[in-house]
């Protein structure tokens, strides 16, 4: 009658355990490659416009390390501190980016864009993930709780068998088994590091992630798109100049300077995409304010919106400046191509 043997019950324990531990190695892949893809994107974004920006910029590249890093730990360990780290560096992530969309940080105010959507998505789902997996405990700490209390029930059955034949069952009743069992409860870590149930895990994360991406959609629906924010100016609106950095430079009517870039043609914009939320195009057609002595003219986007030209180059603003007076997309090289102030002589 070995059919509840102590040992059989703990291999029969880690059978049933072995799925539960496939899954946590899947959570933990990908949770990982959600970070890994965040990281991705905004290392892009750094490379392709943000690195330019104050404060901003700094901020990008550290989310761009702490996300590497937080997805190499998570394959590279089962820790449920590094999956708590890193669904919390994910929610924290998507707030900077919901601040910076509905009131801005730091001077600087993010546009919508195809890539902060699908960010802002991703870091939701990562959060999602690593939390469930944070908030449970390990496979091996199930199968290893659950053979203890069994062994114990074991054990208790088994010493009261003994005593209805030997007469042992009041040391059983007053320190054996039942002793045991409660030792093993006395033992049992709190909440807080054993995890909680997979429902209220599920739960609780759902909830998050439901309020998470409820805020991205307001925030996002009450964000300017690229093209609104560059349309700071309108057919009635005239172009002026500014002296920045000792040179007298084309702004708009709202002050922000504007820029041509170099791969541009004087009929033909190459600026589309990505690019084009970074580098809003102006939309014509303006008028020549004081000082403006080049030629105006529109050429017609591909979706069919009018650019201002000036002397045979395409117009753009820069959401790297926040202001008036601000020059940060002046000479770079970026989304492409080189940047450049429009000297009202050229």
């Known amino acids: 009658m070995n059919r509840g043997h102590p040992l059989i019950v703990v291999k029969n324990m880690s ?5 539960a531990i496939g899954w946590r190695l899947l959570l933990r892949v990908i949770g990982a490659g959600l970070l890994i893809a965040t990281a991705a994107i905004h290392l892009d974004l750094y490379l392709t416009g943000y690195n330019s920006i104050a404060t901003i910029g700094p901020l990008f590249l550290f989310q761009v390390i702490a996300a590497f890093a937080l997805g190499g730990l998570m394959l590279a360990t089962a820790s449920r501190l590094v999956a708590a780290l890193g669904a919390g560096f994910a929610l924290s992530t998507l707030g900077g980016y919901l601040l910076t969309v509905q009131f801005g940080l730091f001077g600087f105010r993010e546009v919508r864009t195809t890539a902060g959507i699908v960010a802002g998505i991703i870091e939701v789902l990562a959060f999602a993930v690593l939390a469930f997996y944070a908030a449970t405990p390990a496979a091996e700490a199930l199968a290893s709780g659950s053979a203890r209390s069994d062994s114990a029930k074991l054990a208790a059955a088994a010493a009261a068998r003994r005593g209805g034949v030997g007469g042992t069952s009041d040391r059983v009743r007053g320190g054996g088994a039942g002793a045991t069992s409660a030792a093993v409860r006395g033992r049992g870590p709190d909440w807080l590091t054993a995890g909680v149930s997979r429902p209220l895990a599920a739960a609780g994360t759902a909830v998050v992630s439901v309020v998470a991406l409820g805020l991205l959609g307001g925030a996002l629906a009450a964000a300017g798109s690229a093209a609104s924010t560059a349309s700071s100016t309108s057919s009635s609106a005239a172009l002026k100049t500014a002296s920045i950095g000792g040179m007298t430079v084309l702004v708009n009517s709202a002050g922000r300077t504007l820029y041509w870039f170099a791969p541009d043609t004087s ?12 580098w809003p195009p102006v939309p014509g057609p303006l008028k020549a304010g004081p000082g403006v002595t080049g030629t105006l003219a529109t050429i017609t986007r591909t ?7 000036y002397n045979g180059h395409p117009l753009y603003a820069y959401i790297g400046d926040s202001g008036p007076g601000q020059a940060h997309g002046n000479n ?9 102030v429009v000297p009202v002589s050229a």
């Not at 979706?303 to 030209?309: A, C, K, L, R, V």
């Open 15 to 19: 059978a049933q355990h072995g799925p």
């Open 267 to 278: 009929n033909k914009s190459a600026c589309y995409g990505s690019c084009a939320a970074y």
């Open 303 to 309: 979706d069919g919106s009018t650019q201002e030209t």
């Open 332 to 340: 770079l090289n970026l989304n492409g191509g080189l940047w450049h």
